[in-house]
Nanobody
Framework: QVHLVESGGGLVQAGDSLRLSCAAS????????VAWFRQAAGKQRSFVAG????????LYADSVKGRFTISRENGGNTVYLQMNSLKPEDTAVYHC?????????????????WGQGTQVTVSS
């Protein structure tokens, strides 16, 4: 088990950028695949992007390809989601999730470790 903490959310205008961070509190993300999911008001949580433990495998939802980039830094202990060209439809609570497997799984049920989430609001 690992305790995840997200940060970096906020209120921005359409076309702006934000960078979200996901870190392990009191532990390490080394060896974990980390994914970002988001949940808009009244909608189900959906996969956004994921990066496996050695950063060799990345997956993105079609809706964010070319705009969002997931990466690992700080010796793999922090995972970032760089979000550019934000749109109002990107407004959601963004959660990071982590699990010990080698693939990037787009199904939230596969992840046992979750953060509390950070709100991203994009105004038009």
């Amino acid at each position: 088990q690992v305790h995840l903490v997200e940060s970096g959310g906020g209120l921005v205008q359409a076309g702006d950028s934000l960078r979200l961070s996901c870190a392990a509190s009191g532990g390490t993300l080394g060896g974990y695949t980390v994914a970002w999911f988001r949940q808009a008001a009244g909608k189900q949580r959906s996969f956004v992007a994921g990066l496996n433990w050695n950063a060799m495998k990345r997956l993105y939802a079609d809706s964010v390809k070319g705009r969002f980039t997931i990466s690992r830094e700080n010796g793999g202990n922090t995972v970032y989601l760089q979000m550019n060209s934000l749109k109002p439809e990107d407004t959601a609570v963004y959660h990071c999730a982590a699990e010990r497997f080698s693939v990037v799984d787009m199904r939230e049920i596969s992840y046992r470790n979750w953060g509390q989430g950070t709100q991203v609001t994009v105004s038009s």
